[in-house]
Nanobody
């Protein structure tokens, strides 16, 4: 089994910054990708940023230039640095990890429980 735990959410004023963390643990041979999604009230869950094992990153248009995803492979942890936050960034942020539990096994995805980010004055 694999556990995924997000942390770092909270209340911040517009223009402020937060850094989210996503730690994966358990029966992990390798991590193919670590993704951040968000879901605002009444909205669908959308991809915010992703980073694959080779380090290539991808960002949704609304966060380009403001958010940075990074990864510490030794700690199986991904980070989302969020700067210049806007009220429309308010959402529950979820981490998804895609892992192999054995060298020749298929890849499986696991989700964390989410962390609330609220941007408000």
């Amino acid at each position: 089994q694999v556990q995924v735990v997000e942390s770092g959410g909270g209340l911040v004023q517009p223009g402020g910054s937060l850094r989210l963390s996503c730690a994966a643990s358990g029966n992990i041979f390798s991590i193919d990708a670590m993704d951040w999604y968000r879901q605002g009230p009444g909205n669908q869950r959308d991809l915010v940023a992703s980073i694959v094992s080779g380090g290539t990153t991808n960002y949704a248009e609304p966060v380009k230039g403001r958010f940075t995803i990074s990864r510490d492979n030794a700690k199986n942890t991904a980070y989302l640095q969020m700067n210049s936050l806007k009220p429309e960034d308010t959402a529950v942020y979820y981490c998804k990890v895609i892992v192999k539990v054995q060298p020749t096994s298929p890849s499986y995805q696991y989700w964390g429980q989410g962390t609330q980010v609220t941007v408000s004055s």
